[in-house]
């Protein structure tokens, strides 16, 4: 049985609002829980075959110019060692970005920035392999790099589909009562998800198998066969567990195509692991930016202009570019409008998408100047945004899917304590500390990409969910089973999992927040399709049809599953994005609150207390959502506060490529978070009537964090991150308002 | 004469490894993962910062065994000669319940992607062996090696305050076992030293510090390992040669700690988490610097003599010892030698040390009565980071007001750890007032040329030096109390 459901109208209703099996929503623990902390699940690099060597990158140490040679002997001399592979068409410069289908950009000989893998090193051990990389004599004829983002900013080119405009900003500024006109520069970050990039390849006749630590299976797949030359179907990827991604993981990178290549010239299992350096020099970063935000508005804080402009950086060829005014676009009002990237080619490692690509850092920019608006016109911060929301898109003139961004407003207020706030910057200080609240909202936009599932009834009246689909770490094991759960009448126990293997049906994937929700609808749809079928063979039509505790019910009479499936029933869905998507604007919304200290004589900054509201249509487990926003919120505090990776403008290295040196939120830095959800269903977004949550925690937490350091020490810094650096010359005088 | 035993002995979890062929340098994490596939434990970094590779090494300490927490990445094989290594592995068999902290991570939603969480479980177990109900400081300290990237730690530290619930650590297996396991242990030590291998290549670990003297002597282009948090990183991160390797970390002899009314002597093998209970006591305006030293499994591998005989300009330790006046000694072969610790470090890289001589032990004076101490550390992360810059001051401020002594001590100011000999000029015989302090502010330059690099400007730094010197100043007039507080 297989089916496809393209949403192409908004759903009246979802049966999971009628099942009443009481499993959907509900915050139970994650179903890998227990095998993650026994140290069980077994990871990318933790796989081990008969014969298996191991694989170590040697990476390029000039920013930019060609290979001219490389000299094996010394490293072929070292024991145990090999093979040097490299292949200068086929080893891959850059990993690929999210969703591409075809290879990402492939050939080494011309090096694009440093640490770019230009051969891979293999040896009976991972020691050996390790010192002989070390021992591979590369020459270069070095050519000139560029290098400094700010010192070329003036050559950064336009992104033709990106550039949007209504009415006349220049004219709604000078016109303005108020006006904001400010520059806001966030820096460079990588991802930093704790597993390192690995793969693990072998061939199995003409078949590679890899297992590799990736977000999005089915085009990652297409993106390895590709590189290779092969038939996607020649392809097998196996993910069953993955250690974090963040959008790191959304393509393959280098480390996958070099041990396939290696365990092809070996005839060997062959194991890549990058170093926790590599991953920093070679797989994705977050673009540093530069964004001009522009508010005009009236006297009653109406806004009539807006305009969100930003630069960023990446590689020759590359077109990516942080789309920071993804959410400035439908967020407030105003008539006239202008959105727009423009790219600085630079010689640094790739620029990609990390957690919520666009709002992560555009929000930073955008709330920030709404806070300076609300000053300037002496209106509330919640207020001034409360005013602002848009009936429809201001530029589309599409309806809203849904937007509970007033009753977050209100709601985190009243939690918050807001009311209590003094608006006055440097007005409360507690012993040596200034003590500021900010808020910020949060928005994030939400998709549905094509995804399949396959859903099998035992005769043991248990269920199988088979889907390409990953789980790093959000939760996807845990929501699927709680779906077919709730669907089929059995208990979650009664449900088994099995993702992250392209032998499954393809799934969307884990990105964009548009992971559970598309999969889940895969599911979903398997699993009415299931239904179906039950209710034919008690006689039932569906809408009378009750499932529970593997008994199917129709009015007083009831069957056991048993004794309804004697085969194992099938059914295989699929979930195509339709006309729902050109017909709604969707996006998850929130509002974010935050409560700083300042440190009076040393500028160092405490994060105090959080609160985020947020709407996000069905929450489908309680629990794994809350963790999402929570973990999203400390991303929040370290794009606020710590995160910055620092490139060396002369020698294009990255300075700070560890995890001593990227400063990531520790357990001290992370104080108290609320987090509650308001009840909401989003009839256009998908069946399940959720929105995509895994992005809305980090958009604009950073912000409010800012606009609080504001309120405490009345410095603005638009220069992220805050470090106490740019706090200390300009700390107002401790002894102005007594503790 | 030593008996020289070619194997290596130890116990992981319940069995004992004996090695006749092991590197000098292969990690304890790479012989977890790779030669034993003991896959529980993770590898996030492979330098010692993130956590993921937690395991916990016990050693016979009186009638017990004490378990502290280490970094398998950084650790090496060759430390471990009579130990207990126990790993995730340990915890819970596939088949039975879990163990209670795993259980109240599960519950409390500790893990989600799952990479960290071994680490943390490890953590947290060490913790909760020790303290079962700790306090919410207890368990950040007990997790400041640990990064996360998925929870945002909030349902981590829920965790660990609920663990007790889930069962006492009087029923722990490790607990219950405990005497059993010293019997083990100590049926491994058999006095004898242990070398194994060719050559550069070679391990060497003495039996006792008459060995060690007479071994490193004869090879003094060997490289000393104590608690391998520096050398480690030389092998997974820098790939260095760095010849035969040493092994003095668990020699009882350098394990001293003497604490008298004159002042406290610390062997050169004392971990930074056994030095900072004396210290701590004896001289409490150190107790937070200890407590933001690395994390804690930095902290328990760590030793004071490593984190001088470095010469590191950003250790932590030599700033404060400098300015209470500590002295080190260093032997070789049987001679010994002992120097103000200002005097041994010579420049950047260079420290007053021979060939085959190594750091025996540091003695701290005393605070005198009447004397004012106070040292602060500036990290761009508060917790878990090497230091911008670290300043330590003592004074001693006589009846009339005036400065009859001082010593100012900073790293992260020069090449090395420097007194700051001009500033002190300034201060002493005027009197001990804001006026003063302002005066002598513009001798910091005489004293220092800081460097910008990416943790501080040179700007930075200096300000932020002479802002100490203002804060000590304030501390020790005002109202009497540390200018620091805790916003949360
Ligand atoms: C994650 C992490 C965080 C850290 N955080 C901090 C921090 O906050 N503050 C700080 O100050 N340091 C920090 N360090 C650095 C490190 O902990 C210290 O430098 C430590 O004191 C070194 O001691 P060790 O015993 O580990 O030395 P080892 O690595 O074993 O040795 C260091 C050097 O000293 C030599 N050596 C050791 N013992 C002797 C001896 N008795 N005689 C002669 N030479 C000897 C060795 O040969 C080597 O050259 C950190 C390190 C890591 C990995
Ligand atoms: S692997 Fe990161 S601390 Fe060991
Ligand atoms: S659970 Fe993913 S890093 Fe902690």
Same mark, same amino acid.
């Given at each position: 049985?297989?089916?496809?459901?393209?949403?192409?109208?908004?759903?009246?209703?979802?049966?999971?609002?009628?099942?009443?099996?009481?499993?959907?929503?509900?915050?139970?623990?994650?179903?890998?829980?227990?095998?993650?902390?026994?140290?069980?699940?077994?990871?990318?690099?933790?796989?081990?075959?008969?014969?298996?060597?191991?694989?170590?990158?040697?990476?390029?140490?000039?920013?930019?110019?060609?290979?001219?040679?490389?000299?094996?002997?010394?490293?072929?001399?070292?024991?145990?060692?090999?093979?040097?592979?490299?292949?200068?068409?086929?080893?891959?410069?850059?990993?690929?970005?999210?969703?591409?289908?075809?290879?990402?950009?492939?050939?080494?000989?011309?090096?694009?920035?440093?640490?770019?893998?230009?051969?891979?090193?293999?040896?009976?051990?991972?020691?050996?392999?390790?010192?002989?990389?070390?021992?591979?004599?590369?020459?270069?004829?070095?050519?000139?790099?560029?290098?400094?983002?700010?010192?070329?900013?003036?050559?950064?080119?336009?992104?033709?589909?990106?550039?949007?405009?209504?009415?006349?900003?220049?004219?709604?500024?000078?016109?303005?009562?108020?006006?904001?006109?400010?520059?806001?520069?966030?820096?460079?970050?990588?991802?930093?998800?704790?597993?390192?990039?690995?793969?693990?390849?072998?061939?199995?006749?003409?078949?590679?198998?890899?297992?590799?630590?990736?977000?999005?299976?089915?085009?990652?797949?297409?993106?390895?066969?590709?590189?290779?030359?092969?038939?996607?179907?020649?392809?097998?990827?196996?993910?069953?567990?993955?250690?974090?991604?963040?959008?790191?993981?959304?393509?393959?990178?280098?480390?996958?195509?070099?041990?396939a290549l290696a365990a092809r010239a070996l005839n060997r299992p062959?194991?890549?692991?990058?170093?926790?350096?590599?991953?920093f020099e070679a797989t994705v970063r977050r673009s540093e930016t530069?964004?001009?935000?522009?508010?005009?508005?009236?006297?009653?804080?109406?806004?009539?202009?807006?305009?969100?402009?930003?630069?960023?950086?990446?590689?020759?060829?590359?077109?990516?570019?942080?789309?920071?005014?993804?959410?400035?676009?439908?967020?407030?009002?105003?008539?006239?409008?202008?959105?727009?990237?423009?790219?600085?080619?630079?010689?640094?490692?790739?620029?990609?998408?990390?957690?919520?690509?666009?709002?992560?850092?555009?929000?930073?920019?955008?709330?920030?100047?709404?806070?300076?608006?609300?000053?300037?016109?002496?209106?509330?911060?919640?207020?001034?945004?409360?005013?602002?929301?848009?009936?429809?898109?201001?530029?589309?003139?599409?309806?809203?899917?849904?937007?509970?961004?007033?009753?977050?407003?209100?709601?985190?207020?009243?939690?918050?304590?807001?009311?209590?706030?003094?608006?006055?910057?440097?007005?409360?200080?507690?012993?040596?500390?200034?003590?500021?609240?900010?808020?910020?909202?949060?928005?994030?936009?939400?998709?549905?990409?094509?995804?399949?599932?396959?859903?099998?009834?035992?005769?043991?009246?248990?269920?199988?969910?088979?889907?390409?689909?990953?789980?790093?770490?959000?939760?996807?094991?845990?929501?699927?089973?709680?779906?077919?759960?709730?669907?089929?009448?059995?208990?979650?126990?009664?449900?088994?999992?099995?993702?992250?293997?392209?032998?499954?049906?393809?799934?969307?994937?884990?990105?964009?927040?548009?992971?559970?929700?598309?999969?889940?609808?895969?599911?979903?749809?398997?699993?009415?399709?299931?239904?179906?079928?039950?209710?034919?063979?008690?006689?039932?039509?569906?809408?009378?049809?009750?499932?529970?505790?593997?008994?199917?019910?129709?009015?007083?009479?009831?069957?056991?599953?048993?004794?309804?499936?004697?085969?194992?029933?099938?059914?295989?869905?699929?979930?195509?994005?339709?006309?729902?998507?050109?017909?709604?604007?969707?996006?998850?919304?929130?509002?974010?609150?935050?409560?700083?200290?300042?440190?009076?004589?040393?500028?160092?900054?405490?994060?105090?207390?959080?609160?985020?509201?947020?709407?996000?249509?069905?929450?489908?487990?309680?629990?794994?959502?809350?963790?999402?926003?929570?973990?999203?919120?400390?991303?929040?505090?370290?794009?606020?506060?710590?995160?910055?990776?620092v490139h060396d403008t002369r020698l294009g290295t990255i300075v700070?490529?560890?995890?001593?040196?990227?400063?990531?939120?520790?357990?001290?830095?992370?104080?108290?978070?609320?987090?509650?959800?308001?009840?909401?269903?989003?009839?256009?977004?998908?069946?399940?009537?959720?929105?995509?949550?895994?992005?809305?925690?980090?958009?604009?937490?950073?912000?409010?964090?800012?606009?609080?350091?504001?309120?405490?020490?009345?410095?603005?810094?638009?220069?992220?991150?805050?470090?106490?650096?740019?706090?200390?010359?300009?700390?107002?005088?401790?002894?102005?308002?007594?503790? | 004469?030593?008996?020289?035993?070619?194997?290596?002995?130890?116990?992981?979890?319940?069995?004992?490894?004996?090695?006749?062929?092991?590197?000098?340098?292969?990690?304890?994490?790479?012989?977890?993962?790779?030669?034993?596939?003991? $896959?529980?434990?993770? %590898? @996030?970094? !492979?330098?010692?910062?993130?956590? *993921? &590779?937690?395991?916990? =090494? #016990? $050693?016979?300490?009186? %009638? @017990?065994? !004490?378990?502290?927490?280490?970094? *398998? &990445?950084?650790?090496? =094989? #060759?430390?471990?000669?009579?130990?207990?290594?126990?790993?995730?592995?340990?915890?819970?068999?596939?088949?039975?319940?879990?163990?209670?902290?795993?259980?109240?991570?599960?519950?409390?939603?500790?893990?989600?992607?799952?990479?960290?969480?071994?680490?943390?479980?490890?953590?947290?177990?060490?913790?909760?062996?020790?303290?079962?109900?700790?306090?919410?400081?207890?368990?950040?300290?007990?997790?400041?090696?640990?990064?996360?990237?998925?929870?945002?730690?909030?349902?981590?530290?829920?965790?660990?305050?609920?663990?007790?619930?889930?069962?006492?650590?009087?029923?722990?297996?490790?607990?219950?076992?405990?005497?059993?396991?010293?019997?083990?242990?100590?049926?491994?030590?058999?006095?004898?030293?242990?070398?194994?291998?060719?050559?550069?290549?070679?391990?060497?670990?003495?039996?006792?510090?008459?060995?060690?003297?007479?071994?490193?002597?004869?090879?003094?282009?060997?490289?000393?390992?104590?608690?391998?948090?520096?050398?480690?990183?030389?092998?997974?991160?820098?790939?260095?040669?760095?010849?035969?390797?040493?092994?003095?970390?668990?020699?009882?002899?350098?394990?001293?700690?003497?604490?008298?009314?004159?002042?406290?002597?610390?062997?050169?093998?004392?971990?930074?988490?056994?030095?900072?209970?004396?210290?701590?006591?004896?001289?409490?305006?150190?107790?937070?610097?200890?407590?933001?030293?690395?994390?804690?499994?930095?902290?328990?591998?760590?030793?004071?003599?490593?984190?001088?005989?470095?010469?590191?300009?950003?250790?932590?330790?030599?700033?404060?010892?400098?300015?209470?006046?500590?002295?080190?000694?260093?032997?070789?072969?049987?001679?010994?030698?002992?120097?103000?610790?200002?005097?041994?470090?010579?420049?950047?890289?260079?420290?007053?040390?021979?060939?085959?001589?190594?750091?025996?032990?540091?003695?701290?004076?005393?605070?005198?009565?009447?004397?004012?101490?106070?040292?602060?550390?500036?990290?761009?992360?508060?917790?878990?980071?090497?230091?911008?810059?670290?300043?330590?001051?003592?004074?001693?401020?006589?009846?009339?007001?005036?400065?009859?002594?001082?010593?100012?001590?900073?790293?992260?100011?020069?090449?090395?750890?420097?007194?700051?000999?001009?500033?002190?000029?300034?201060?002493?015989?005027?009197?001990?007032?804001?006026?003063?302090?302002?005066?002598?502010?513009?001798?910091?330059?005489?004293?220092?040329?800081?460097?910008?690099?990416?943790?501080?400007?040179?700007?930075?730094?200096?300000?932020?030096?002479?802002?100490?010197?203002?804060?000590?100043?304030?501390?020790?007039?005002?109202?009497?109390?540390?200018?620091?507080?805790?916003?949360?």
């Open positions: 049985m297989n089916i496809t459901f393209k949403m192409d109208e908004p759903v009246g209703s979802s049966l999971l609002d009628h099942t009443r099996q009481n499993v959907i929503s509900r915050p139970i623990d994650r179903i890998e829980g227990p095998l993650k902390v026994a140290g069980r699940a077994r990871y990318s690099a933790e796989f081990k075959f008969p014969g298996m060597v191991h694989g170590v990158l040697v990476g390029s140490t000039i920013p930019a110019g060609t290979i001219t040679g490389i000299n094996e002997t010394r490293a072929r001399a070292l024991p145990g060692v090999l093979a040097v592979v490299t292949d200068y068409e086929t080893f891959l410069r850059n990993p690929g970005q999210g969703l591409e289908t075809e290879a990402p950009a492939q050939g080494v000989r011309e090096i694009a920035y440093f640490g770019q893998p230009v051969a891979l090193v293999v040896a009976e051990t991972f020691e050996a392999a390790r010192n002989a990389a070390g021992a591979l004599d590369i020459a270069y004829a070095p050519a000139e790099a560029r290098l400094d983002f700010r010192a070329l900013q003036s050559e950064a080119r336009p992104k033709e589909s990106s550039q949007k405009s209504q009415g006349d900003l220049d004219r709604a500024m000078m016109d303005a009562a108020a006006s904001i006109d400010a520059v806001w520069t966030t820096p460079s970050q990588n991802s930093a998800a704790m597993e390192p990039h690995a793969s693990t390849a072998l061939w199995e006749g003409d078949t590679l198998i890899v297992y590799g630590a990736y977000q999005m299976l089915s085009s990652d797949r297409q993106q390895l066969a590709d590189a290779l030359g092969l038939a996607p179907d020649k392809v097998r990827i196996i993910a069953h567990y993955v250690g974090g991604g963040f959008g790191a993981k959304l393509g393959i990178s280098q480390e996958s195509v070099a041990a062959v194991q890549v692991v990058m170093t926790r350096q590599q991953v530069i964004q001009r935000v522009r508010l005009a508005a009236g006297a009653d804080g109406r806004l009539t202009g807006i305009g969100h402009e930003t630069i960023t950086a990446n590689l020759p060829d590359e077109d990516f570019s942080e789309p920071a005014s993804a959410s400035t676009q439908f967020l407030y009002g105003g008539e006239a409008r202008r959105f727009g990237n423009s790219i600085v080619t630079l010689n640094q490692v790739l620029s990609a998408s990390m957690r919520a690509p666009g709002e992560a850092v555009g929000m930073l920019a955008l709330e920030g100047a709404m806070d300076e608006l609300a000053e300037a016109l002496d209106i509330d911060p919640v207020e001034l945004r409360k005013r602002n929301l848009p009936p429809r898109h201001p530029m589309d003139d599409l309806p809203f899917s849904s937007r509970s961004l007033a009753e977050c407003l209100d709601h985190g207020a009243s939690a918050f304590g807001w009311a209590d706030r003094n608006p006055r910057p440097a007005n409360r200080r507690e012993g040596e500390w200034w003590i500021g609240q900010g808020m910020a909202a949060a928005a994030r936009s939400n998709m549905l990409i094509t995804s399949s599932a396959r859903v099998t009834l035992g005769t043991d009246s248990r269920a199988l969910i088979e889907t390409d689909m990953t789980d790093i770490g959000t939760g996807t094991y845990t929501i699927l089973a709680q779906i077919a759960a709730e669907m089929l009448g059995l208990p979650v126990e009664a449900i088994d999992v099995h993702l992250g293997d392209t032998a499954f049906p393809a799934a969307a994937g884990s990105g964009g927040s548009f992971g559970a929700a598309s999969a889940g609808t895969s599911v979903y749809l398997a699993c009415k399709r299931l239904r179906e079928t039950l209710a034919e063979r008690i006689g039932a039509t569906p809408e009378e049809l009750v499932l529970s505790e593997g008994m199917a019910r129709r009015g007083n009479a009831a069957k056991p599953f048993s004794e309804l499936v004697t085969e194992p029933l099938v059914a295989t869905a699929t979930v195509e994005p339709g006309k729902t998507e050109e017909n709604f604007v969707q996006a998850a919304f929130g509002a974010h609150f935050a409560e700083v200290g300042v440190h009076v004589h040393t500028g160092e900054i405490r994060v105090r207390r959080m609160h985020g509201t947020f709407a996000a249509g069905r929450i489908l487990n309680e629990k794994t959502a809350r963790s999402q926003c929570i973990g999203g919120m400390v991303f929040g505090i370290g794009t606020a506060l710590t995160e910055e990776l700070n490529h560890d995890l001593a040196e990227y400063h990531l939120p520790v357990h001290a830095d992370v104080p108290r978070i609320d987090v509650v959800f308001l009840e909401e269903r989003d009839h256009a977004a998908n069946p399940l009537l959720a929105k995509g949550i895994g992005e809305l925690g980090i958009s604009g937490a950073g912000a409010a964090i800012a606009n609080a350091v504001y309120n405490a020490c009345g410095m603005r810094v638009r220069d992220f991150p805050l470090t106490l650096d740019k706090l200390i010359a300009h700390l107002p005088d401790p002894d102005a308002v007594q503790p | 004469m030593t008996e020289i035993r070619g194997t290596l002995r130890f116990i992981l979890n319940d069995s004992l490894v004996e090695l006749t062929d092991i590197s000098a340098t292969r990690t304890l994490l790479d012989f977890l993962r790779l030669d034993r596939h003991l $896959r529980g434990t993770k %590898e @996030g970094c !492979a330098e010692g910062d993130c956590g *993921a &590779c937690t395991v916990l =090494v #016990g $050693r016979v300490s009186g %009638e @017990g065994i !004490a378990y502290e927490s280490v970094n *398998a &990445c950084i650790a090496f =094989v #060759g430390a471990l000669d009579g130990a207990h290594v126990v790993t995730i592995e340990h915890l819970s068999s596939p088949t039975g319940p879990l163990h209670p902290v795993q259980q109240a991570m599960v519950e409390h939603h500790g893990s989600q992607c799952g990479f960290c969480t071994p680490g943390i479980v490890m953590s947290l177990y060490a913790l909760w062996m020790r303290m079962p109900e700790p306090g919410r400081q207890d368990v950040e300290k007990a997790l400041q090696g640990n990064l996360c990237r998925c929870t945002g730690y909030a349902p981590i530290i829920r965790a660990a305050e609920a663990a007790a619930g889930f069962g006492r650590p009087e029923e722990d297996p490790l607990v219950l076992e405990r005497s059993g396991m010293v019997a083990k242990l100590r049926a491994l030590q058999d006095g004898s030293r242990i070398e194994i291998g060719e050559g550069r290549a070679r391990l060497i670990v003495p039996s006792d510090v008459e060995d060690l003297a007479r071994v490193y002597a004869a090879e003094p282009e060997a490289t000393l390992v104590a608690g391998s948090t520096d050398v480690g990183l030389w092998v997974t991160k820098f790939m260095r040669d760095i010849g035969p390797l040493i092994f003095i970390g668990n020699l009882e002899q350098l394990q001293g700690i003497e604490d008298t009314t004159t002042g406290v002597t610390l062997g050169a093998g004392v971990s930074y988490t056994r030095a900072a209970q004396v210290l701590a006591r004896r001289f409490p305006q150190m107790a937070e610097l200890w407590h933001r030293i690395g994390g804690e499994q930095v902290r328990n591998m760590g030793t004071i003599g490593g984190n001088i005989a470095n010469g590191s300009p950003i250790g932590d330790t030599p700033p404060p010892l400098i300015a209470l006046g500590a002295k080190v000694t260093l032997r070789k072969g049987s001679e010994r030698r002992t120097l103000k610790l200002e005097e041994f470090f010579i420049a950047y890289g260079k420290q007053d040390r021979a060939p085959g001589e190594f750091v025996e032990s540091v003695m701290i004076p005393a605070l005198p009565a009447g004397e004012q101490f106070a040292v602060y550390k500036i990290s761009k992360r508060r917790e878990e980071d090497i230091s911008t810059l670290c300043g330590a001051f003592r004074i001693f401020v006589n009846d009339a007001g005036t400065v009859g002594m001082v010593r100012i001590a900073f790293g992260g100011m020069a090449a090395t750890p420097k007194r700051a000999r001009a500033v002190e000029a300034a201060l002493v015989g005027r009197p001990w007032s804001a006026e003063t302090i302002e005066a002598a502010l513009p001798a910091f330059s005489e004293d220092f040329q800081p460097i910008s690099d990416m943790r501080a400007s040179a700007d930075y730094r200096m300000l932020t030096a002479r802002n100490l010197l203002r804060r000590f100043h304030l501390e020790t007039t005002g109202a009497g109390q540390r200018l620091e507080r805790g916003a949360a």
